[in-house]
């Protein structure tokens, strides 16, 4: 099962070097975002929520980095719904359950290898991590590349439309990012969403860069066990669902 | 003479025509794009707003609401690029440059119907602003809806030479994905002039920036207290404006009518 899975996998990520061009678009805006928007950021930002922006918004790049290379195979799989290259893929000598599995391993490998560059500047940017933290920065990564993955696939087999399916993906990618803790702190989290600010503080992409946050040392006060357990919550959560809606959509006609 | 004019300005029209018709099936994909710019206005906006403590009497939200439209206006009119890619790679371009219209009407019709299509694209969103800002003069709103189509027929007339300088595919992913990151970042979209000015290589990159004359125009106008966060005199930038719409537009005429050939695309 393994080796069928990995196979379905490395497929996907021979395709993705294929958009080296996307990608050196996608890394420049990722840098530029720590240093343009960053750097200016820190003249403009109140000193007493935020001493020092950039050390503040690098964790939440190398979350913003890993959802956007993982989420990057929804499009694919949405244009061979269009053009029904499902039906070679349902052809394959591999059971619906390892092309499923293959398919979010394949867009988690592209976010763990796209985010790789982006850990080496916030080892430089933030700070350098205990061995211990490595682990927990592994297991971040694993886990919310898995999660958006798979999220991303089943979005972009709701629909055959392909407007309809980037749209679709835009919007959750949105709602994603603009209620996550990426760009701002805690305190302005709490002051804006008020009763709602639990669900924004425990968003997966949230709770991802906290756990880099203190990963990278720039956070100490962490429920690091308490976060781990959530993040692997909501990934079994949304792997179950995405699992469920790109079976049943892959042999859906019409 | 005087037929040969109708003939043209009909070709004109038609090929306008047809770029609006595309908008015309996209309104679920319209509805959808002005919900979300909804959401990151008064989501995003509200909250990166509460962040920010720059100078007494600066109130960052309304200085962001102008920049964020001007970014989306930009957007949307790059977008255009990529169609013409995707035309390219169709076989489209080849039926266009067969048609019996003359080239320099086509390329024209293009960016005409390009930036139209752009400017109605992203007028519920202007709107949606305009109501966030309450304007003190509403006599501004032509002036600045003006600005925002000149300032969007130069963007796509931009996107077009490019596309079809480049005939590549790869090229353009790239070429616009680097322009697009580094234009609207090295403007004046998210951050006053002053703050730029402290590290001078992104205060002259964002001086020549077009994203910087329109969204420091559209603050001279709405918000003329802000006049001492822009970058250049609003005639400077209305100057600019107009330059870049004629000059692309000029530009994006030439390459259709000289350089371009069907075929050799990459």
Known sequence: ?254 | MRRVSVRGLLDLIHIIEWDLMKLKHQTLFVAMRTTWFILQVLVFGTTISMLVRYAQGFNYYDFYLLGVFTSLIYSVSIARGYEVADEFDEGIIEYHLALPVKRSTLALGRVLGGSISSFLFTLPMFIFIMILIQPGNWLWIPVSLVAIYLFSAGVVGMAITIVLSVKSTDATDILMGVIDALLIRLSTVFYPAPILAKIMPYYYSALINPVTSLSDFLRVLFLPEYVVYTSLPPQAQLAYIVGLAVGFSYLATYIVSRKLEAGGWR
């Open chain 1, 1 to 254: 099962m393994a080796s069928s899975i990995l196979v379905i996998a490395s497929r996907d990520l021979k395709r993705f070097w294929s958009y080296k061009f996307w990608l050196a678009g996608q890394v420049v805006m990722n840098v530029a975002d720590i240093v343009i928007f960053g750097l200016l950021f820190n003249n403009m930002v109140n000193r007493s929520l935020i001493p020092d922006y950039i050390k503040f918004v690098t964790p939440g790049i190398l979350s913003l980095a890993l959802f956007i290379s993982s989420f990057s195979i929804g499009r694919e799989v949405g244009v061979e719904l269009r053009r029904e290259v499902t039906d070679y893929l349902l052809s394959l000598p591999v059971s619906r359950l390892e092309l499923v599995l293959g398919r979010f391993v394949g867009g988690a490998f592209r976010g763990l290898i796209y985010q790789s560059g982006f850990l080496v500047l916030a080892m430089l940017l933030v700070g350098q991590p205990s061995p211990a933290a490595w682990l927990v920065i592994a297991y971040t990564s694993i886990l919310l590349s898995l999660a958006m993955s798979g999220l991303s696939i089943a979005l972009s087999t709701v629909t055959r439309d392909f407007n309809l399916q980037a749209t679709i993906r835009s919007v959750v990618y949105y709602m994603l990012f603009f209620f996550s803790n990426i760009f701002y702190p805690t305190q302005v989290v709490s002051m804006r969403f008020g009763p709602l600010a639990p669900f924004v503080a425990y968003s997966p992409l949230s709770i991802a860069t906290t756990l880099y946050r203190w990963g990278f040392g720039y956070l100490r006060d962490v429920d690091v066990v308490s976060n781990m357990l959530l993040l692997g919550v909501w990934t079994i959560v949304l792997l179950i669902l995405s699992s469920v809606i790109y079976l049943r959509n892959l042999t859906r006609r019409g």
